[in-house]
């Protein structure tokens, strides 16, 4: 069974803080997103990477950066947080076909 | 035009009736489909993929039409249990590159 682990299930963080999210994926995959997921507005792709210190920006990187030193592992950084960046946050990763998710990091930025 | 799009329901349905989801897609480039499953303060899951031929998973049947851009699930004998939101989804790629472009989703509620 494919498995993509997210280091933690709830987060609360203070407005400014310095915030990591870790994302590990055990299927040797290539492909790792990021995404978010607030009510009405559905999945939207932050940052992805196809290989190893590689990364591309979807559709809304303003205010996160991303590390992929090794393959397993894809981590996205909210460099001050803000209010307006609670939400859940999802990591997945994809081989040739299925993309596979992780459980999801639900954070709350007071 | 938005990408991906799907009604978002809900969708109230009794145990046992059939019930079917569409939704549309831009990219007339678009070459993989897929419809995922996400059950409330879950991840999403993959349901299935759609071909052109069609494609059935016993209670469950996916078309597609290219022409029109419109793909479509069909659940049949609705459970209880496939009470969730359906996720469109359409990937402008070949082979393992490239991003999925995922539809806001389609609520079912499946009531007894």
């Known amino acids: 069974d494919v498995k993509v682990t997210q280091s933690s299930r709830y987060l609360v963080k203070r407005t400014g803080e310095k915030v990591f999210l870790e994302c590990v994926q055990d299927?040797?995959?290539?492909?790792m997103f990021w995404y978010r997921q607030d009510p009405g507005l559905g999945l939207r792709l932050i940052y992805f990477?196809?290989?190893?210190?590689?990364?591309e920006k979807g559709d809304i990187p303003e205010g996160y950066s991303v590390s992929r030193e090794k393959k397993e592992r894809f981590s996205l950084i909210l460099e001050s947080a803000s209010t307006n960046q609670t939400s859940m946050y999802l990591c997945?990763?994809?081989?040739?076909?299925?993309?596979?998710f992780g459980p999801g990091t639900r954070l709350t930025v007071t | 035009r938005k990408e991906v799009e799907q009604d978002p329901g809900p969708f109230n349905v009794p145990e046992g009736a059939t019930v079917a989801f569409n939704c549309t897609y831009s990219?007339?480039?678009?070459?993989?489909f897929f419809w995922y499953r996400q059950d409330c303060r879950k991840e999403p899951k993959l349901l299935m993929s759609?071909?052109?031929s069609g494609n059935e998973d016993g209670r469950f049947t996916a078309q597609l039409n290219r022409a029109s851009q419109y793909i479509s699930l069909l659940i049949r004998d609705s459970k209880l249990s496939d009470s969730a939101t359906y996720l469109c989804?359409?990937?402008?790629?070949?082979?393992?590159?490239?991003?999925?472009?995922f539809g806001k989703g389609t609520k079912l509620s499946v009531k007894p």
């Open positions: 759609v071909y052109s």
């Open positions: 990477s196809y290989d190893v210190k590689m990364k």
């Open positions: 990219n007339s480039a678009s070459q993989s």
């Open positions: 989804v359409v990937g402008s790629f070949g082979g393992s590159q490239g991003n999925l472009i």
């Open positions: 299927m040797d995959h290539e492909n």
């Open positions: 997945a990763s994809r081989g040739h076909y299925e993309q596979y």
